[in-house]
Each structure stands twice: as C-alpha cells, then as structure tokens.
C-alpha cells in the first residue's frame, strides 16, 4: 500500500467531504507538470503528457480510494517571459485531463514556481482571466483567487460567469467577518 492509498483511505474513514491536491505555487506536483523545473530524464520528464504522469498516477491512487468530492489546484503561468513554461493551450489540456481523471473541481491561481513578480498588473480579480480561460474547455467547477476581498467584484467574477467559485483566505484572515459583511453588502437575505 502507499501512502496515497493510506492516507485516501484515513480520509474516507473519517468521513472528510472534500480534499484539495496542491499542484501550485512550486510544490511537487507543479514541479513536474511544469518544463521550467522539470529537469528529469525519465519517463516523468519530456513531453506535456510526460509531465502529467505525476499527478496522473497520484490522482488514479486517491481516487481508488476516496469517492467525495476532490480538487486540485493549479498555477496556470509562472510569470516567465522566456516561452519554456506551459501554455494556457498545455494547461487546458492538463484541464482536459484531470477531468477525465476524476477531479471534480480546478482551483486556479499562479506564480510561485520561480522566483518572478507577475508581469501582469497586479489588481483585484487579476488572476481571473486564467480561471476564465480554463472554463473553457472543462465541464467541472472552476475556483478563482486573488486579491478577490470585495464582495460586489466576487459576484460580478460570479454572474458574469468568469468562475464557478470564489476561494477566500486572505480576505478571512484579515477579517473573520468577512462573510457576514459581505452578505450585508449584497443585501443577501439567505445569509
């Protein structure tokens, strides 16, 4: 048994609704998806499909195991100028592909592989367009980040269909009550 297949199967035990894989911001998985960092000279290594193998046989694991709800999220560029990193046309392949794996949410972000600042302006919803572009070619949820801590963009993002989620960290550590301000703020009545 493997690590994958015990620790899938703990959270399956302990009735968890839902696990994220981190494919972004320079771990692993990022790591070898991504012809920037991946240097090898094995089966893992060469060609977009290559590289995918990684978190292909990683995803087949905890699938096997654990049936709830599971994401994965993605840095879809890296900030690189030099055209070596992954296209947005590689990443909706990779898109493409984890649906077809099982995955039933991308959670789209980016940067930290290398150390590059974005060379996109960097403002509220900046990342956006990437999570767009990835809803394109995939049938599952996709999530949004970035700087997204004003409620009335979060439901523009939203209504106007740019993304199926809103992921906040920031925003709640900043202010645990962001959710409550933020239902006030979009007169939601539900809340």
């Known amino acids: 048994m493997t690590y994958e297949d015990s620790a899938s199967e703990r959270t399956a035990f302990a009735s968890v609704d839902m696990i994220e894989l981190y ?33 292909k046989e990683i995803i087949e694991q905890i ?16 900030y690189d100028d030099s055209e070596k990193q992954n296209s947005l046309v590689d990443w909706k392949t990779i898109g493409k592909w984890l649906e077809k794996g099982g995955i039933d949410c991308i959670d789209v972000s980016t940067g930290g592989l290398i150390d590059k600042k974005p060379n996109i302006p960097v403002r509220p919803g900046y990342q956006v367009p990437y999570t767009t572009a990835m809803k394109e070619v995939v049938s599952i949820p996709v999530s949004t980040v970035g700087l997204l801590d ?12 740019q993304a199926d989620l809103i992921l906040q960290g920031r925003a709640l550590i900043r202010n645990v009550n962001w959710l409550a301000d933020a239902a006030e703020e979009l007169r939601d009545t539900n809340f």
């Open 23 to 55: 494919g972004a911001h320079g771990y692993l998985i990022n790591q070898f998806l991504s012809p920037l960092t991946n240097e090898r000279t094995d089966v893992y290594a060469g060609s977009l499909e290559n590289r995918y193998l990684f978190a």
């Open 63 to 78: 699938r096997g195991a654990f049936n709830s709800s599971f994401w994965i999220r993605l840095s879809l560029t890296a």
């Open 150 to 161: 004003n409620p009335g963009l979060c439901e523009h993002i939203l209504q106007t269909n």
